[in-house]
């Protein structure tokens, strides 16, 4: 916002987004956001602590940073001279505000960056700031929120600014050892070397409303490549499709949604309760009717009107926060992911999503993951991990996504990735195969210590269609190929797949998905409650167990002579495509 004439200063402000003349005290009960246009204005550093923190519960670190010149920098001015007007024009000491604080009543540690102090720019004091900060943070085992506004590394310092990516970076990296939740919040501009460590890093990254981020900035760019550059290419909306931040937060929004994810840490944090004494690990008391046809099982399971993982977000959790990004390019759709509360407990659930319409099918791409799909759920499974959350996952897919950028992608590996990444992950896992669970797509996420299945879902190694059209005529033999695959929740109960069916309302999901999210409810819960007192490593060597004894051949009747688990590459992409098409 710039002020229109010294006179006025105190009274009015010109939006720099829509250049609408505002009264300043307006403008300031409205956080600095553009009433008109939503614009939203920089902020420094006291301001913004304010904003974020409980009143009155800021207390600055106790020493200043030391003033350094460590290399006699002098371009029109000589550095020392630059160092004091910016302390004289922001009253700050150096580019950050460090200190603890509350933040909706959790402790944390607090980093916040100031822009009009030498564009935010890295030096050592400030890197020497925000690794105290941390160092405190993990002293008194609290979360780390960092706020970043900065063009990069401090020039005036040289090599020794560029030092300080790497000295903040192995301070976040003890914090994430410790299983410490950090934070970073990027504002509007975060560039260079800041970009480059600290505001990437961290646990989770949050871009408010308006924000840029790059490693390059766009002048830079244009200058060395000559190329045009894309349409909001570097905002806070063009890094969330680009799987590069969690979230776009509005500024009025951003205490509540940092004070939602502490709590799920602080969650974490504490010693489980005792929790009730395990349940038998027996299949359900659920008993499928033996004269239904798998390949009705097959339909219902694929039915419209199924709830889907989101709806069950809606109404089997509460307090849904949503996480994106792979961190490497990309935000699958098929795939949603974040922290939730089940009956008041913290859990990362992660699961499929489809669609009830053809155009929520396509948005989501039928619930086919691409490899970004894969490594998101990869990067909250681990995030989980590290924060002690346990881990809910929602199957329902009709297999990975078998496209040709897929493929270019690594989806084989982003499966194998995360089937290896399951099997040692030291939390609890419960997995719910909801509707269809088709193929190495669902495995990837279901190895678990507990595998539950919806009465009327499928889960199974190939879709019926696929594998009619392998080894029977044609693909109009699906009905039979369903009923060979043994693809039923009862079935697979019966060979130790499953753990136990999960009841429906009657006829099924779709006629009730209120019914339905309340048993879903319940069976996770059941199912998890056992989990959170057994020891990480315990609940690791049971889970391999759980997977090992599949070495050991069981039968469950006859099967088609010749069946393979795996299916040939012209097989699935087709089958894939024509089941839910
Ligand atoms: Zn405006």
């Known amino acids: 916002m710039t002020t229109t004439a010294p006179r ?171 299983g410490l939740l950090t934070v970073s919040v990027v504002t509007d501009p975060t560039y260079g070397g800041v970009a480059a460590s600290f505001a990437t890093n961290t646990d989770l990254v949050l871009a408010e409303s308006g924000a840029r981020l790059g490693f390059a900035g766009p002048r830079v760019i244009r200058q060395v490549t000559g190329a045009k550059l894309p349409e909001g290419f570097q905002t806070a909306e063009y890094l969330l499709r680009h799987g590069q931040v969690d979230m776009v937060v509005p500024r009025h929004a951003l205490r509540g ?32 009717r033996p004269d239904r046809d798998p390949w009705e099982t097959v339909r219902t399971a694929r039915h419209p009107g199924r709830p889907t993982t ?65 490594r998101k759920a990869l990067r909250l499974m681990r995030l989980a991990a590290r924060l002690r959350l346990p881990v809910v996952t929602l199957v329902d897919t009709p297999g990975a996504d078998p496209g040709v950028s897929a493929e270019q992608q690594g989806q ?70 369903a009923r060979a695959l043994r693809l039923t929740g009862a079935d697979l109960c019966r060979l130790g797949v499953v753990d136990e069916l999960v009841p429906e309302p009657r006829p099924a999901a779709h006629a009730d998905p209120g019914g339905a999210a309340e048993l879903l409810r319940r069976a996770v819960a059941a199912n998890l409650a056992p989990l959170l007192t057994v020891p990480p490593a315990t609940l690791v060597r049971r889970r391999r167990q759980r997977f090992r004894r599949f070495g050991a051949a069981r039968s469950a009747g006859p099967s088609p002579a010749g069946t393979s688990a795996a299916s040939p590459p012209a097989a699935s992409p087709a089958g894939g495509r024509a089941e839910v098409a």
């Open 8 to 178: 006025d200063e105190q009274l009015w402000s010109r939006c720099d987004g829509c250049a609408s003349l505002l009264y300043r005290k307006r403008l300031r009960r409205n956080l600095d956001v553009c009433p008109e246009c939503g614009s939203h204005a920089r902020l420094d550093a006291p301001d913004r602590v304010a904003q974020l923190t409980d009143p009155d519960s800021f207390v600055p670190l106790p020493d200043p940073a030391a003033r350094v010149d460590p290399i006699g920098f002098v371009d029109e001015l000589p550095y020392p001279h630059r160092l004091a007007a910016a302390r004289a024009a922001t009253g700050l000491d150096e580019a950050v505000l460090c200190g603890t604080a509350r933040l909706g009543g959790h402790p944390v540690a607090l980093a916040v960056m100031d822009f009009r102090f030498l564009g935010g720019s890295l030096g050592c004091a400030v890197g020497e700031l925000i690794t105290r900060t941390a160092e405190r943070a993990l002293a008194d085992g609290v979360p780390l929120v960092l706020v970043t506004a900065s063009g990069g590394a401090r020039m005036q310092e040289g090599a020794l600014s560029l030092m300080q990516m790497a000295t903040v970076s192995q301070a976040l990296a003890g914090m994430r050892e410790a």
């Open 412 to 481: 084989a590996a982003a499966i194998a990735e995360n089937i290896l990444a399951l099997t040692v992950l030291p939390t609890p896992v419960v997995a719910v195969v909801t509707g269809e669970g088709g193929s190495g797509g669902a495995l990837a996420f279901a190895v678990a210590d507990r595998v539950l299945m919806l009465e009327h879902a499928v889960y199974s190694v190939i879709s019926p269609e696929g594998c009619a059209a392998i080894l029977w005529p044609d693909s109009s033999a699906a009905p039979q190929a």
């Open 257 to 288: 949604r940092l004070a939602a994810l502490l709590a799920a840490a602080d969650s974490g944090r504490r010693a489980p309760e005792t929790a009730p004494a395990p349940r038998p690990a027996t299949a359900s008391t659920v008993t499928a």
């Open 310 to 374: 989101l709806d069950y977000l809606e109404t089997a959790f509460d307090g849904f926060v949503e996480l994106h990004g792979d961190r490497l390019g990309a935000d699958c759709t098929a795939v949603v992911g974040g922290i939730a509360r089940l009956d008041g407990r913290p859990v990362m659930v992660i699961g499929h999503q489809k669609g009830h319409t053809t155009a929520e099918l396509v948005t989501h791409n039928f619930g086919m993951a691409s490899p970004a799909g894969h």
